[in-house]
């Protein structure tokens, strides 16, 4: 079995080594990689400059491709340029900082794996929560089981699977909670500062990751000490709407230029947006 291991934080990271040293026990393993922090770069890709890829040797037997480009450029060029053959599966991570909730929508470490399940490729996000003193080994342990079940069990295609880890030793978390994707969005936090001549800039502080509290909602799962898999498709299409949507007046009536441009302006009656079916 063959696995291409990648992230978004470099290929210097130690949590993608982690998940080097687990795998290597049992799979072929090839590390294609950003050549330096790409995180929260989402599912970019790079048009307006080459890549170029250079194999890098770390000692006691690790190699790696740097690649300077973005996660999902990892992956697509792996898939098209690097690798003779198609990987079985793709594993991206380890990410220090948990990836829940709107956080998927950033992150460089689940596009490497929508990446891949675009690809028609089973694969894994792998995020544990914390930044100092992470257990990546521990971490990387739970992955290897989870990808040898994925091999066994399959994905469907175009769907795959994030997974975020306490810090903590497998013997000590809660257990296992397959879970959803929140999506409240983020409490933005920027910080005004001035420069020398009088003109505010802005840093962007820590979101603080806001959950709903529902028990099956990622964050709030991982909260609570449970290891959490959430199961997310690249399809983004919304079928619950999608039907009501076809129910829309969608004939051009003679004095409308356009379907759903009201001669008048927009209607008063405006109806709010769906209610969310109990995601936060
Ligand atoms: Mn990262």
Same mark, same amino acid.
């Given at each position: 079995m063959h696995v291409l291991l990648t992230n978004d934080d470099g290929i210097q990271a130690p949590g993608l080594w982690a998940l080097y040293e687990a795998f290597r026990r049992g799979f072929t393993v090839t590390v294609i990689a950003p050549d330096r922090e790409r995180s929260a770069v989402g599912h970019a890709i790079t048009l307006h400059q080459p890549l170029r890829s250079q194999t890098q040797d770390f000692g006691q037997g690790r190699r790696g491709i740097a690649l300077n480009g973005t996660p999902a450029d990892c992956v697509k060029l792996g898939l098209a340029e690097i690798l003779e053959r198609p990987p079985d599966l793709v594993v991206s991570g380890i990410n220090p900082g948990a990836n829940v909730g709107v956080n998927l929508n950033y992150s460089g470490t689940v596009a490497a794996a929508k990446e891949a399940a675009l690809c028609g490729l089973p694969a894994i996000a792998v995020s544990m929560n &914390? /930044?100092? &003193?992470?257990l990546y080994p521990e971490g990387a342990r739970f992955a290897l089981g989870l990808a040898c079940r994925v091999l066994e069990r399959g994905l469907p295609r175009g769907t795959f699977l994030n997974l975020n880890l306490p810090n903590r030793p497998l013997g000590e978390v809660a257990g296992v909670r397959v879970s959803r994707q929140g999506y409240l969005a983020a409490a933005d936090r920027y910080e005004r500062r001035l420069d020398p001549r009088n003109r505010p800039y802005y840093w962007s502080g820590l979101d603080l990751q806001r959950c709903d509290g529902h028990p099956e909602v990622d964050g709030t799962a991982l909260h609570e000490n449970f290891i959490t898999i959430t199961p997310v498709k690249c399809d983004m299409t919304d079928y619950d709407f999608l039907e009501a949507l076809k129910q829309w007046d969608w004939q051009p009536a003679a =004095?409308? =230029? /356009?379907? &759903?441009?009201p001669a008048s302006g927009p209607p008063s009656d405006v109806a709010p947006s769906r209610p969310a079916s109990g995601n936060g």
């Open positions: &914390g /930044q100092n &003193g992470l =004095d409308r =230029d /356009q379907p &759903g441009i």
